[in-house]
């Protein structure tokens, strides 16, 4: 199975996400903004960083990026998509998924090992979770604040869309606590927390971000 | 100044030449006279102003060390062949480079960016994150890692609240989005900094060997390529007016001397150049940093064996109104210069361009040996360039021992009131426990990206930063930097080497074998006596260190002139070392975890007080000498615990130093929430002191660790018969809540969790 990982000027953690999809025994290829092209992958990840230096709104630029151009319609026909932290707010500003993530309630870049429960376990890249599992997954960014008008979170909730929730404490002023949310369809997933910086031993809190890249691999050899 | 430099004709060499009579404004630039008389001599003529902007930007202290060279030699002396060997590029390049086997190298420096960050903190530690990242760049590495070793006035002063919390988003801001993981640093608070904050940044680069890039301008012909964002005002004059002049309270504001950074350009900057290295298409590199343009093309000239010529016209600008001087005087950020090979310019172009990053051809290397700068077709330099770049005056500064300094060590700590009962143990501990320097500094931490590139095995607060170099092997590097100038205010030789031997010991704590030193040396102003004594003791102090300990000073950075009117800072000689191991999966984590593990106390406790954060915290105090420095015993201690973690004997190591045992204890504890008791009366009989001195003196060579209990016969054989004293203190308990010294007191988890943690958020927020 083919993971394409993104790179945008300014993309961060682009080669973490490509450690942790050879960690899994996915084949890892890398794409490049510039260029509309997927090269045939099975998923692809939106790396966390900050995409052309997110002067502006983040991911309000990326979402523009030649690469996009294939990405939508492929995620809208059913490709896997993971967006981690950039990559969540370029979902967002592609509208692949709904809401909008804003600077963060204290005003500060903010790096903690964070809890979460996974809230929805059926989507393209939890279905190694178990629903009300608690995890530890690298949380850190400056504009992590998960915000949406009120039907559409009441919306989410109904229909499962909200796939993690921070535990213990809510660390940025996220609405109702939301780390992660999918679409309707459940193949694409963004989330704030970094699960490719927990997939090591002795090179992060834990291995909870493990499961996210064998949940896509065992989707797709099932599939 | 104005008047000569906006002038609208452009003052050529040939106009130099023709008259001879200009006033020209030397003393505004920050030259002395017999300096200005010194570059007529050198130019035959007096200097055009685009000359003289170019000398007094590198002739000002921060560029020439103009105060600082002729210690130097310090380094040299007391350099063996053996320390030698690791050392793959030395002092003199923008950054060392160590061998750490393997085919691995690695390059770290430091560097101060003291005086923007005061007038402009946000952008002031931003850039000098950015500056430290270039250097390192420019050695053909990719950067791996940063710290920042930061120091403020009082925590509780108005002032604080402005520069700290910039500081800290600057530091954050900038290195969070080039990528790089923060792994370490310091926060230390101290009067003394009040007017003078210390903004000190560390980075660590890794190579293959056989890529080591050099700043040198060589082979006629070749294209000197400047490349990265476009050439703006800022900056400029930044290096003479701010970093070599002390701030007089009621002076001018000086904020447009500050540069502003653009992280974004230069993470691209960063991907651009390793892609350009892994091409071949660099002949020679160089980073603009202090003294742009001045300093990036005098210094490729004059490391290379020819001349070069430039044509200024060709810049990018930001600001189409600038004028040759200002240009050549800008230090406007995310900018390199690249010596290229003619046939692989197109490559290298294309490299650029991928990265949409902007590269202009501003001249080549000639058979002269002249730097020849044009502007639209006229001379406006022609100058040696060895003059400019490594000509500079230097300075033998009159020094002398202070006079108060015999007073300053008779007042020792003896006299101070001591606390006698258990009680009063306790209270003291959770009062140094929530003290300024002490404290949990997460609040400063959180704001840093400790995990990105996805190899950091520790960061703070363990005692050591380390992060994987290699993926397949795991062998990787830890750096640790540290001063307290507090003692190097008792005694700046011994205040020196306390700094080296902590970051060693912190280090080897780690598990990692020390190999080589960085320092950031603060100083007051140079122009006085007795600062210059201070500085030169410091110097002796780390490089006769050194020595003993075998490993080499690969560069570093001055920084002088940290005083407001005469009130110089404490001398503070901050010390990185760094270290290697073959797999850093084995490093030794500072805290423990698992219950029923032995707790063992590696070392001998004298009655060290003196210049202490007990003394400090409960007293106000500070007076006498500080703790004795022997260096034989941190080796030796260093190759325990280097051993003990590659053979698995030992499953956390925490160093003793800043508030002693007590501190470290509960540091050890509140790690991961584990419990501890410990049982001091027989090491403090062993040692012929009390119990209070056991917890909070100071003295160094000590460490504790958590011993599993099935290793412990091999570690207690293997102290024994290395003749490391040691001393069994206690047990890992999770049945204790806290930490329990028997016979004296308990103390909460929750209770030690509280004072450690609430102290900075109580000033700053959440």
Known sequence: MKVGVVTFPGSLDDRDALRAVRAVGAEPVSLWHGDADLKGVDAVILPGGFSYGDYLRCGAIARFAPVMDALVPAAQGGLPVLGICNGFQVLCESHLLPGALIRNDHRKFNCVDQRLVVENASTAWTSDFEAGQEITIVLKNGEGGYVADEATLDRLEGEGQVVFRYAASNPNGSYRDIAGVTNERGNVVGLMPHPEHCIEDGYGPSLDGLPFFTSVLRQAVSA | MTQQLNRPAVDTVEHAATTPDVDQPWAELGLKADEYANIREIVGRRPTSAELAMYSVMWSEHCSYKSSKVHFKLWGENTTDEMREKLLVGIGENAGVVDIGEGWAVTFKAESHNHPSYVEPYQG?????????????????????????????????????????????????????????????????????????????????????????????????????????????????????????????????????????????????????????????????????????????????????????IELDRVPLRDASLRPEEILMSESQERMMAVVHPERLEEFLAITDRWDVEATVLGEVTDGDRLVITWHGDVIVDVPPRSVAHEGPTYQRPLERPAYLDALQENGTRTLAKPSTGDALR????????????????????????????????????????????????????????????????????????????????????????????????????????????????????????????????????????????VAIHPTPVIGVLGVMDDVARRTPSGWRTPGQVIYLLGTTRDELDGGEWANVVH???????????????????EILVNASRDGLVDAAHDLSDGGLAIALAEAT?????????????????????????????????????????EEVRFTDMCTARGQVHARIGVVDDQTDGLDVQGQFTVSLEELRRAHQDTLPAVFGR
């Open chain 2, 125 to 309: 530690a931003a850039t000098g994150v950015g500056g430290i990242v270039r250097d390192i760049m420019s050695m053909g590495a990719r950067p791996i890692a940063v710290m920042d070793p930061l120091r403020f006035g009082n925590l509780h002063h108005p002032d604080t609240q402005r520069v700290l919390p910039g500081v800290v988003a600057g530091v954050g801001g900038y290195g969070n989005c080039l990528g790089l993981p923060n792994i370490g640093g310091e926060v230390v608070f101290d009067d003394c900094y009040q007017g003078n904050p210390l903004v000190n940044a560390l980075c660590v680069g890794a190579m293959r060997t056989s890529d080591i890039h050099l700043a040198k301008a060589s082979g006629v012909g070749n294209k000197v390529v400047l490349f990265g964002a476009k050439t703006g005002g800022d900056g400029i004059g930044g290096v003479s007016v701010l970093a070599s002049e002390t701030f007089d309270e009621g002076g001018p504001t000086k904020r447009p001397a500050v540069q502003v950074g653009d992280p974004f350009a230069e993470k691209v900057l960063i991907e651009c150049c390793l892609d350009l290295y892994k091409a071949g298409v660099v002949d020679g590199i160089q980073d603009l940093g202090g003294a742009g343009l001045s300093c990036a093309t005098s210094e490729l000239a004059s490391n290379g064996d020819g001349g070069m010529q």
């Open chain 2, 427 to 566: 209270a003291d501990l959770l009062t140094l426990l929530a003290s300024p320097n002490l404290c949990d500094k997460s609040w400063v931490t959180d704001q840093y990206d400790r995990y990105v590139m996805g190899n950091t095995a520790l960061a703070m607060p363990d005692d050591a930063g380390v992060v994987r170099v290699d993926e397949e092997t795991g062998r990787g590097v830890a750096v640790s930097t540290d001063c307290n100038g507090r003692f190097a205010k008792l005694d700046p030789y011994a205040g020196a080497q306390l700094a080296l031997a902590e970051s060693y010991r912190n280090v080897a704590t780690s598990g990692a074998t020390p190999l080589a030193v960085t320092d950031c040396l603060n100083f007051g102003s140079p122009e006085d006596p007795g600062v210059m004594w201070q500085f030169r003791e410091a110097i002796r102090g780390i490089a006769e260190g050194c020595k003993t300990l075998g490993i080499p000073v690969t560069g570093g950075n001055v920084s002088f002139y940290n005083q407001t009117g005469d």
């Open chain 2, 620 to 638: 106000g105090h500070l007076g006498g000498h500080p703790p004795v420095v022997d260096l034989a015993a941190e080796q030796l201690l260093g």
């Open chain 2, 670 to 710: 509140l790690r991961h929430g584990v419990g501890a008791r410990v049982w001091l009366d027989d090491v403090a009989a062993r040692d012929g002191i009390d119990v209070f001195t056991t917890l909070f003196s100071e003295s160094t060579a000590r460490a504790i660790v958590a011993v599993p209990r099935s």
